[in-house]
């Protein structure tokens, strides 16, 4: 009875919504089974599969750079431009916003530490506002780059030598030693700069030629048979151009040598860098700094010789006074002459002409047993490239005998 009024009852729902919900419930249906006779839908052929992404082949390795010289070091622009032309590693830079070249390994702790993107062709840069040693730690921490870990870490061109105990005040030998604490393999490399006598372009020339050594490393690192235990402090002589090959060369022990210069206090500091920038604005610091300068040397005639009164410890029970001197001193490094020092030390080959790769530990020097395999890792090295240079030269010569006889031989 029911059923047949229900048959008479017209469809509430619109006749296109109804035609909507048969299509999709159409295309819900459970699949056919084995024994179901396949029709139009069930034998139409299942669409052919996505085609599988190109294979880019392996990634290249990650290589991590810094300079004590800063983000805009001449050196560092050189290092970046020559590993990124040589076109065998991902190049990603992480340096000190500005020169900081004598920190050692100093850290920057319990303050905030920022990181500002920077334009380099052909890498991902940062520059950060700490030390050296900073970057690294940062660089290798997985909070700035998204690789978990560089293959190498370089730190330079730096400019100045890194010779003898000198490592210990420079930060471009400590960003090396940080990596290798870290356990990642590090090389240090510095232009023996001279005053008056050092170009921009011995850094592209000192790029080049220290090439071939981090090629040599990086596929031996990728191969598990670098160094270890150890960085490599690489020293290129004050005329690249003019060098007379490498030497694998030992620490010295020479330190250089600190003058200490007494200064005046009241000096103005000099507002001279800011007018050649913005001459209206140099012109506004500069009275401001006259105006401080003058402001602070009369605070400063107060605090100069300041007599203070103190609690006594006399048994009278008496105040006493006592007299408190400020003096401002300022040190400088001093060139030293060194005389009979061993051919085969950091600092001779440096000045003989040569360029120095000083294998260091962590604590300085490398240990003896480390020396032997470090000599001929070297060697294997400048083997290898001797023999690229060979070949490339007979291919060279090979073409020009292949064009001269084509030249020379009768047209048909």
Not at 73 to 97: M, T
Not at 265 to 280: K, L, Y
Request: charged content about 20%; overall charge negative; proline content about 8%.
């Amino acid at each position: 009875m029911s059923s047949g009024d229900d048959s008479r009852r017209p469809n509430p729902l619109p006749s296109a919504l109804v035609s909507n919900l048969q299509s999709v419930l159409a295309t819900r249906r459970p699949p056919p089974t084995e024994d179901a006779t396949p029709t139009a839908e069930t034998s139409a052929p299942a669409p052919a599969p996505a085609p599988a992404a190109a294979d880019d082949g392996p990634a290249k390795p990650v290589v991590l750079l810094t300079c004590a010289g800063g983000i805009q070091s001449p050196g560092l622009a050189a290092l970046v431009d020559a590993l990124v032309k040589g076109g065998r590693c991902d190049v990603h830079v992480c340096a000190p916003e500005s020169d900081k070249p004598v920190c050692g390994h100093s850290i920057t702790i319990r303050e905030t530490v920022s990181a500002t993107s920077v334009d380099f062709t052909g890498a991902k840069a940062f520059e950060i506002s700490g030390t050296p040693v900073d970057c690294i730690s940062l660089g290798l921490s997985g909070r700035l780059f998204a690789w978990s870990a560089p293959a190498l870490v370089i730190s330079g061109i730096n400019a100045g030598p890194n010779c003898g105990y000198e490592m210990f005040h420079s930060s471009a030998v400590a960003a090396a030693r940080e990596a290798l604490m870290c356990g990642v393999p590090s090389i240090a490399i510095s232009l023996n700069w001279k005053k008056d006598e050092t170009k921009d372009s011995d850094f592209k020339d000192a790029a080049g030629l220290c090439l071939p050594l981090i090629h040599a490393a990086l596929a031996d690192i990728e191969k598990g048979t670098f160094l270890s235990g150890c960085l490599l402090n690489i020293g290129v002589p004050s005329s690249p151009s003019a060098n007379k090959g490498f030497k694998l060369t030992k620490q010295s022990i020479c330190s250089p040598a600190q003058s200490w210069q007494a200064v005046s206090s009241s000096r103005p500091t000099p507002a001279s860098h800011f007018m050649g920038m913005h001459q209206s604005l140099g012109i506004q610091l500069a009275q401001l700094g006259k105006d401080a300068s003058a402001a602070g040397a009369a605070r400063r005639g107060n605090t100069q010789r300041k007599t203070v009164e103190v609690e006594s410890v006399a048994a009278a029970g008496k105040p006493e006074t006592r007299e408190v001197v400020k003096k401002s001193f300022r040190a400088e490094f001093v060139e030293k002459l060194h005389e009979g020092l061993d051919e085969d030390i950091d600092l001779r080959a440096l000045e003989n002409g040569f360029i120095s790769v000083t294998p260091l530990s962590i604590h300085g020097r490398v240990e003896p047993e480390l020396e032997t395999p470090a000599s001929d890792w070297l060697s294997a090295a400048l083997a290898v490239d001797k023999e690229k240079e060979a070949s490339a030269v007979i291919a060279e010569e090979q073409d020009a005998t292949d064009v001269a006889e084509e030249k020379e031989s009768p047209a048909t």
